[in-house]
């Protein structure tokens, strides 16, 4: 997957149920960034981290928690306190602000 | 922060005619303009991107245009194809990247 790689590529969320969303690089890219997308929609930035164990929240990081304990690995969890968690999942990565990103090939969060 | 403003949001095209996709942007510090390509249920892929160096970019049938002082950048593809039907991202870079809204074209055979 260009480098990048998100797992699962479906997921099913009860309600009051937190899940976790898995994105992996090795591109050795610093950078890293989960938006979220819904039909029809732009882009939106949940999350996103520059270096390891360092991290900002985005535009809508209300309802999600990650962690950045390794280079290679930023994990996006939706929280029970995310009501409208339905939507298309995406990870990013870049070397730096003078290069366009990678993306992973998205999760679609549905609950049932 | 930035501000990145994209238009049309749909736009539907015949078969061989040139599409145009405008996008605005606010924070003069910006510096790189990429464009992204999402085929439907996929995801975004970089087709083109500009540095505020450079006025002009092509790559076949692709070009991208940058105006730093009315701070506007533009996509324009040639010759459309069926497969260039898609939803393409406008972004500028800040502190992080800021996305257009995105536009749906459709390339009518």
């Known amino acids: 997957d260009g480098g990048i790689t998100q797992s699962p590529k479906y997921l099913f969320r009860k309600e009051g149920q937190n899940v976790t969303l898995s994105c992996e690089q090795n591109l050795n890219h610093d950078a890293m960034y989960w938006y979220r997308q819904d039909p029809g929609q732009g882009l939106r930035l949940i999350y996103y981290?520059?270096?390891?164990?360092?991290?900002q929240k985005g535009d809508i990081a209300e309802g999600y928690s990650v962690s950045r304990e390794k280079k290679e690995s930023f994990p996006l969890t939706v929280t029970s306190a995310q009501k409208n968690p339905t939507a298309f999942y995406l990870c990013a990565s870049t070397p730096d602000r003078s290069h366009g990103y990678t993306f992973g090939s998205g999760t679609r969060l549905t609950v049932v | 922060g930035e501000n990145v403003e994209q238009h049309p949001s749909t736009l539907s095209v015949q078969e061989g005619d040139s599409a145009v996709i405008k996008c605005t942007y606010s924070?003069?510090?910006?510096?790189?303009f990429p464009w992204y390509k999402q085929e439907l249920g996929k995801r975004p892929q970089l087709i083109i991107d500009?540095?505020?160096?450079?006025g002009e970019k092509k790559d076949q049938r692709i070009a991208v245009t940058l105006n730093k002082t009315a701070k506007h950048f533009s996509l324009h593809i040639t010759e459309t194809q069926p497969e260039d039907s898609a939803v393409y991202f406008c972004a500028a870079t800040g502190n992080q990247f800021y996305f257009g809204t995105g536009t749906s074209l459709t390339v009518i055979p």
């Open positions: 500009i540095r505020s160096n450079v």
């Open positions: 981290s520059q270096i390891v164990n360092d991290f």
């Open positions: 924070d003069s510090a910006s510096n790189y």
